[in-house]
């Protein structure tokens, strides 16, 4: 999958709604090849990321954890040092 797609879920602060939005345009692109579409497929386009994104807000209202929230921050923080690690290479 996309590498710009990362997990929305059981996070602190919530993910919002343009989180929401942000990934399913990823993923949209992603699947339909398009970075950005012709004025012919703009339409089926945008109505395919509102689709996804919705069903996507669905999905994180639905779930349930009883794992305590992970904070955003502290998880880029950790991204960051694995990626450093890894240019150290």
Request: glycine fraction near 2%.
């Amino acid at each position: 999958m996309c590498r710009n797609i990362h997990t929305l879920y059981n996070y602190e602060p919530p993910a919002t709604e343009d989180d929401v939005r942000s990934a399913a345009l990823q993923y949209v692109r992603k699947i339909s090849g398009f970075t950005k579409p012709s004025q012919a497929n703009a339409e089926a386009f945008e109505r395919a990321v509102d689709d996804v994104a919705a069903v996507t807000a669905r999905l994180l209202d639905e779930l349930v954890t009883s794992a305590p929230p992970r904070d955003r921050a502290t998880e880029v923080a950790r991204k960051r040092q694995r990626w450093l690690e890894r240019q150290a290479v």
